[in-house]
């Protein structure tokens, strides 16, 4: 069994803090058996920002059809076919950079994935680099969070060795900065580590258990799975 990991960048810097931490997370990650990562920089990428349109949605597909970007041609190929996602920014105002946030927003397509159980064992890890040691890491990493909350994804942190995820401090030098920020890399480490093993759990979990997609979502059965995914999309306006 494979186990694919794949670790996003959101720092608009060359050579940055957050692109080391990220590549950090990943080469723990692959220390664990079966396990193959990418790294995605969003550095350069043609993203654009979502216009909530909401022609994804009816016309049920799971890519952006408002836009040709590299959200398009390569960026949604490699988030569905990973299992476990790793995202870092850079803290901006105690929060996700402008980057960061274009890569959240563009979920919108994926979210019909939802309803079947596409994202229900997928596993989600956040890093985020303050320029300064209280900086605002602990309200970015919860901005991330509620990301992969939001889309049903399992969370996980390095637990009593990294509350909420990976947490650096950069000095605001870059790499340099960084690299002498042992306490925060060695977060980063566990975070990668833990989001490779749980993410290969959960998928040989899935696969030997057969469970049916309304107990992964949460439902008593089918029925009230559909019953929910009416509702939602009758809101939603898809299929219209």
Known sequence: MVVRILGVSGSPRAKGATQL???TALEAASELPGVTTEFL?????????????????????????AFKDDMNEHVYESILA???????????????????????NRFRPLGRLFGQG???????GAIAVGG??????ETTLGEINNFFLANGMVVVSGGIFAYNGGAVWSNDQKEKGALSD????????????????????????????????????????????QQRLHTFRRRSGEGE
């Open 182 to 225: 042992e306490v925060g890399l060695a977060t980063v480490r566990v975070l990668g580590r833990r989001v490779a093993a749980i993410a290969g759990v959960l998928k040989a979990g899935r696969e030997a258990s057969r469970l049916p997609t309304s107990a992964l979502l949460g439902c008593a059965d089918d029925d009230e799975l």
């Open 118 to 124: 596409h994202w229900s064992t997928k596993v989600g």
């Open 82 to 104: 990973a299992d476990g996602l790793i995202l870092g920014s850079p803290v901006y105002h105690m929060g996700t950079s402008s980057l960061t946030k274009l890569f959240m």
């Open 21 to 23: 931490a990220v590549r």
């Open 41 to 65: 920089d969003l550095r350069g990428k043609d993203i654009h920002y979502c216009i909530h349109c909401d022609k994804c949605l009816r016309q049920g597909t799971a890519h952006c059809v």
């Open 132 to 137: 300064v040691r209280n900086g605002g890491q």
